[in-house]
């Protein structure tokens, strides 16, 4: 993006702004989704990058999912839970492959915004995970009912701190995001008393 004159990304912004107001109105917008690329560091630059997305974007509700371990290192993991907070951002926990690369995040489900928590089901799949194959090759992966279940009490908990809680299935290959997100719906109902 820094290639390109300012005009064009102001303009291509502006497009993009403009394009969601539909859903804005109708209220039907969950939020804006800032997936953020391995290689985006937590540095200075990229903290002002992020706080630049806030101002870009006014008041459209955003959730930010980093790709880089360095986010969430012990000793910068409280400033940026704190950096989310001032910019009413939600931060999105992850449950990814554990593999052993600057990719691989643990799962830090916090609330950063008490609007929103957002939690991200990309597959386990850790074959393909730092592959440069297709996104159905990367995220090819259906979630059994137990792995599913890990996570039942931590939205629970999200869910005492936020207002909504929104999951979102990325396994993207077949069906398997749609089956994911009844069975988890299925946990959820269980637990809440409605099944």
Not at 50 to 61: F, H, I, K, M, S
Not at 99 to 128: I, Q, Y
């Amino acid at each position: 993006p820094e290639e390109l004159p300012d005009s064009l990304l102001e303009a291509t912004r502006a497009r993009f702004v403009d394009a969601l107001e539909p859903l804005v109105v109708a209220g039907k917008l969950g939020a804006v989704l800032l997936q953020f690329p391995p290689w985006f560091e937590a540095t200075r630059g990229n903290v002002r990058r992020l706080t630049a997305c806030r101002q870009q974007l006014g008041d459209l509700p955003l959730c930010v999912e980093f790709r880089h371990r360095s986010w969430v290192d012990a000793g910068r993991r409280d400033r940026v839970r704190d950096l989310l907070r001032e910019q009413r951002m939600a931060w999105v926990a992850v449950d990814a492959p554990q593999v052993k690369a600057e990719s691989a995040l643990p799962r830090v489900p916090v609330v950063t915004w008490d609007k929103l928590a957002v939690v991200r089901f990309h597959g386990r799949n850790a074959g393909t995970w730092e592959g440069r194959g297709t996104a159905a090759e990367r995220f090819d992966w259906l979630y059994q009912p137990d792995e599913l279940a890990e996570w039942v009490d931590t939205l629970e908990e999200l869910s005492e701190e936020a207002e909504e809680v929104h999951v979102l299935m990325n396994n993207c290959t077949y069906n398997a995001g749609v089956l994911n997100a009844y069975g988890m719906a299925a946990l959820l109902d269980d637990r809440l008393g409605g099944g």
